[in-house]
């Protein structure tokens, strides 16, 4: 079946400082991928779409200019949480579209600012 | 999108069949009924996909009325590794962007 990975798995950092976050869809070529963040005991939140080419579609009340999307190649969309600070601690997901029809997700990456 | 909503949780006991159903009554006629599976600190993982009447698969069974403004996830024998987030979702296809519902937290009892 379709593999997606992410990368790191988790990651801590200061408050101030910009992660960056890789999502890559390892047996399958995804012009389309998403982001989702999920606080503990709740739901997936879609972030944005991340489209291969173009500037990502960030869904509404998700600051563009913090988290930053780069869909560089057909396997790689990465997502840069800039000036990082606690109230972004979370666990962001990826998932990348195989057409026709078939979304896959990623393993997920916890991040913890201090 | 159509509005879905199920239980918030459910308890069961391991070997036992479990049903979770899930409300849709704004299902529109080209939408899918998909479920996903999504343990702790994981990503969801597709179970299982259908438009109407029963489908199977090697994890579970998905049962949709011909009103199609309900669907029943059936997980036969369940077991301790079963207990994770169910949720339902409705859409046109699996390649749109997903909103995910509050889903139903399954916790299975030894």
């Known amino acids: 079946g379709a593999v997606v990975s992410q990368h790191p798995s988790w990651v801590i950092c200061k408050s101030g400082t910009s992660v960056k976050i890789e999502c890559r869809s390892l047996d399958f070529q995804a012009t389309t991928m998403f982001w989702y963040r999920q606080f503990p005991k709740q739901s997936l939140m879609l972030m944005a779409t991340?489209?291969?080419?173009?500037?990502?579609?960030?869904e509404q009340g998700v600051e563009k200019d913090k988290f930053l999307i780069n869909h560089a190649s057909l396997t790689l969309s990465t997502l840069t949480v800039t000036s990082a600070h606690p109230e972004d601690s979370s666990f962001y997901i990826c998932?990348?579209?195989?057409?026709?029809?078939?979304?896959?997700f990623g393993p997920g990456t916890r991040l913890t600012v201090t | 999108l159509a509005k879905t909503t199920q239980p918030i949780s459910m308890d069961s006991y391991e070997g036992q069949e479990v049903n979770i159903t899930c409300s849709h009554n704004n299902i529109a006629t080209n939408d899918y009924i998909t479920w996903y599976q999504q343990f702790p600190s994981q990503g969801p993982r597709f179970i299982i996909q259908?438009?109407?009447t029963k489908v199977t698969n090697e994890v579970a069974s998905l049962f949709i009325p011909a009103d199609r403004k309900s669907s029943t996830l059936s997980l036969p024998r369940v077991s301790l590794s079963d207990t994770a987030v169910y949720y339902c979702l409705v859409g046109e296809h699996r390649d749109d962007k997903i909103i995910f519902g509050k889903g139903t937290r399954l916790h299975i009892l030894p």
């Open positions: 991340s489209n291969e080419g173009s500037k990502a579609t960030y």
């Open positions: 998932s990348a579209v195989r057409v026709p029809y078939e979304q896959y």
């Open positions: 259908g438009y109407k």
